[in-house]
């Protein structure tokens, strides 16, 4: 499996400021002046490469959507902002005609991309979409009215079809066992476990495992989230913001890592960024993150890796 990660920010696309581009230039420039001066002919691409992680790396804005592909065989999940530059990578590939995709719930954040989502404008092509909601795709039409959007939703020349997945089933889509689990968040929101050649991804956004029945949550989750190769899971906040937002449906960095080495997890991924935190702070968090993995006195922390969900990155399994 191909698994790609079109967008991993929380709650609104939040595209870098000026400010914090302007910082980073600075950090960079500054950088670089200490090379060469030690080094004059140092080549400007081994630099960049030898930069600092907080300078270097950018989060990116776009809200969720991930791809997951085996040869022609792919699903989408989730139609936030990130869904707009898969739409355009898919029709530059030669398009498919039959998209299959699994909504993990109806927040802006997790549909806002389908109005910009070219497939969905193009006669002949055939689109599935899978909810635990049995008026999805009321939602969608209410989403893209006249007066928020200039193309209504039944205006669009796909073809449309939408399918109720309940929580806690499992279906074959696309050559994939698709199971779902139900998480806690308001309004409802599904995991999605994805299994092909003995291989398990699992997608699980906006939860909020986190507060006294933490351990009892855990618990109870295991057998849906137990060997998990690959798992992209909420870690929106801080301790501190989790304490002070109680019932957003979120959890912090420290809880998804406490929940990945319960769980007996390969590799956790950290996603839907809280979009008040500049980059710097969301790879600070990842950093205490790893620190709470060092000192676990977990078993599993040593076949456990972390790392921060970046827009764009790629993972096989
Ligand atoms: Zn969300
Ligand atoms: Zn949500």
């Given at each position: 499996?191909?698994?790609?990660?079109?967008?991993?920010?929380g709650s609104?696309?939040?595209?870098?400021t000026?400010?914090?581009y302007?910082?980073r230039?600075?950090?960079?420039?500054e950088?670089?002046?200490?090379?060469w001066?030690?080094?004059?002919?140092k080549?400007?691409?081994?630099?960049?490469?030898?930069l600092?992680?907080?300078?270097?790396t950018?989060?990116?804005?776009?809200?969720?959507?991930?791809?997951?592909?085996d040869?022609?065989?792919?699903?989408?999940?989730?139609?936030?902002?990130?869904?707009?530059?898969?739409?355009?990578?898919?029709?530059?590939?030669?398009p498919?005609r039959v998209?299959?995709?699994?909504l993990?719930?109806t927040?802006?954040?997790?549909m806002?991309?389908w109005?910009?989502?070219?497939p969905?404008?193009?006669?002949g092509?055939?689109l599935?979409?899978?909810?635990?909601?049995p008026?999805c795709?009321?939602r969608?039409?209410?989403?893209q009215?006249?007066e928020?959007?200039p193309?209504?939703?039944?205006?669009?020349?796909?073809s449309?079809?939408?399918h109720?997945?309940e929580?806690?089933t499992?279906?074959?889509i696309?050559?994939?066992?698709?199971?779902?689990f139900n998480?806690?968040?308001?309004g409802?929101?599904a995991a999605?476990k994805?299994?092909r050649?003995g291989?398990?991804f699992i997608?699980a956004t906006d939860?909020e495992?986190f507060?006294?029945?933490?351990?009892?949550?855990i618990?109870?989750?295991?057998?849906?989230?137990?060997?998990a190769d690959?798992?992209v899971?909420?870690?929106?906040?801080t301790?501190?913001?989790?304490s002070?937002k109680?019932g957003w449906g979120h959890?912090?960095?420290?809880?998804?890592i406490?929940c990945a080495?319960?769980?007996?997890?390969?590799?956790?991924?950290l996603?839907?960024?809280?979009?008040?935190y500049?980059?710097?702070?969301?790879?600070?968090?990842?950093?205490?993150?790893?620190e709470?993995?060092?000192?676990h006195?977990s078993?599993n922390?040593?076949?456990?890796?972390?790392?921060?969900?970046?827009?764009?990155?790629?993972?096989?399994l």
């Amino acid at each position: 499996m191909y698994i790609k990660l079109w967008g991993v920010r929380g709650s609104i696309p939040t595209p870098i400021t000026s400010a914090e581009y302007r910082s980073r230039l600075k950090r960079a420039l500054e950088f670089a002046r200490d090379r060469w001066q030690t080094d004059p002919q140092k080549p400007a691409a081994n630099v960049i490469e030898e930069l600092p992680i907080e300078t270097a790396t950018l989060i990116g804005g776009e809200t969720t959507c991930v791809e997951v592909r085996d040869g022609d065989d792919f699903l989408i999940l989730d139609l936030g902002t990130g869904a707009r530059m898969l739409g355009y990578e898919l029709m530059g590939k030669g398009p498919p005609r039959v998209y299959n995709i699994l909504l993990t719930h109806t927040h802006w954040d997790h549909m806002q991309g389908w109005p910009f989502f070219v497939p969905g404008y193009l006669p002949g092509h055939e689109l599935h979409i899978y909810s635990a909601f049995p008026d999805c795709e009321e939602r969608f039409i209410r989403q893209q009215t006249f007066e928020h959007f200039p193309v209504e939703f039944k205006q669009m020349a796909s073809s449309r079809s939408f399918h109720l997945f309940e929580n806690d089933t499992h279906q074959e889509i696309s050559g994939f066992k698709v199971s779902s689990f139900n998480l806690k968040h308001p309004g409802g929101a599904a995991a999605f476990k994805i299994e092909r050649n003995g291989k398990k991804f699992i997608f699980a956004t906006d939860t909020e495992y986190f507060g006294p029945d933490l351990a009892e949550q855990i618990e109870m989750s295991r057998g849906f989230f137990a060997d998990a190769d690959l798992l992209v899971m909420d870690a929106q906040y801080t301790m501190e913001d989790a304490s002070a937002k109680i019932g957003w449906g979120h959890t912090p960095t420290q809880n998804t890592i406490e929940c990945a080495l319960q769980w007996n997890v390969r590799k956790l991924v950290l996603t839907h960024h809280e979009p008040t935190y500049i980059d710097a702070k969301v790879l600070e968090l990842y950093q205490d993150g790893l620190e709470y993995l060092t000192d676990h006195d977990s078993k599993n922390k040593d076949t456990l890796t972390v790392e921060v969900g970046v827009e764009g990155a790629v993972y096989s399994l």
